[in-house]
């Protein structure tokens, strides 16, 4: 897999319910050990992780554009309630999933492109 830019955008931080300063950290050195460049609070990202402290989702909220995504808003991850100690494996499932999804898609689309090529 090819290293793609993850972005963890934070919200404001106004009512945080669980420790996003921690949970980033513990993201990006994982993220950074899958091969991927973290960045924080950049619209320049292949995947982001909107990182909000409570229910509100505000990190989300800003989104400046469009791509993959995982939203953490307090104890839940993309609207599912998880203990505050499962939300970074659970966005890392998540991120793997995305990227093996990826690259399933992009083989299939090698192999069928090859045989097209081949056939005629």
Do not use: W
């Amino acid at each position: 897999m090819s290293s793609a830019t993850v972005g963890i955008q934070f919200c404001g931080g106004c009512n945080p319910r669980i420790d996003r300063g921690r949970i980033a950290v513990e993201l990006q050195q994982a993220l950074e050990g899958m091969g991927h460049r973290v960045v924080f609070n950049s619209p320049d990202a292949d995947f982001a992780i909107f990182l909000s402290g409570c229910m509100s989702g505000c990190a989300f909220k800003f989104n400046p554009r469009n791509p993959p995504y995982v939203t953490v808003a307090a104890a839940t991850v993309d609207g599912e309630e998880v203990d505050e100690a499962r939300i970074v494996p659970e966005v890392l499932r998540k991120v793997r999933q995305f990227y093996e999804r990826l690259e399933t898609e992009i083989r299939k689309e090698d192999h069928d492109g090859r045989r097209g090529s081949q056939a005629g």
